[in-house]
Nanobody
Framework: QVQLVESGGGLVQAGGSLRLSCVVS????????MGWYRQAPGKQRELVAT???????NYADSVKGRFTISRDNAKNTVYLQMNSLKPEDTAVYYC????????????WGQGTQVTVSS
């Protein structure tokens, strides 16, 4: 059974940092590009960052230079290091697994709230 469990969200002041983690159960991790998405109130879910199984990364323009996505294949975990946080980063952050083979759909975590106060 595939499960994605996020942690690390919370309340932080503008300019602060947080690190999100997403632990993935099952063999899906090794065959998946992993991503972080976010959804603010009243807005659509948007891409934050992705990382392939080979380590190639991609970022939304709004977070480039501030956020870093990484993965630890031995721990089936993907991270999102968020620095220089801004109030507009406030959202629920979701972990996503996008498998290349062996699975018929994407999988999502339950989300973790990040709130940045001004």
């Amino acid at each position: 059974q595939v499960q994605l469990v996020e942690s690390g969200g919370g309340l932080v002041q503008a300019g602060g940092s947080l690190r999100l983690s997403c632990v993935v159960s099952g063999r899906i991790f090794s065959v998946s590009a992993m991503g972080w998405y976010r959804q603010a109130p009243g807005k659509q879910r948007e891409l934050v960052a992705t990382i392939t199984s080979g380590g190639s990364t991609n970022y939304a323009d709004s977070v480039k230079g501030r956020f870093t996505i990484s993965r630890d294949n031995a721990k089936n975990t993907v991270y999102l290091q968020m620095n220089s946080l801004k109030p507009e980063d406030t959202a629920v952050y979701y972990c996503n697994a996008h498998p290349r083979i062996g699975f018929v759909r994407d999988y999502w975590g339950q989300g973790t709230q990040v709130t940045v106060s001004s």
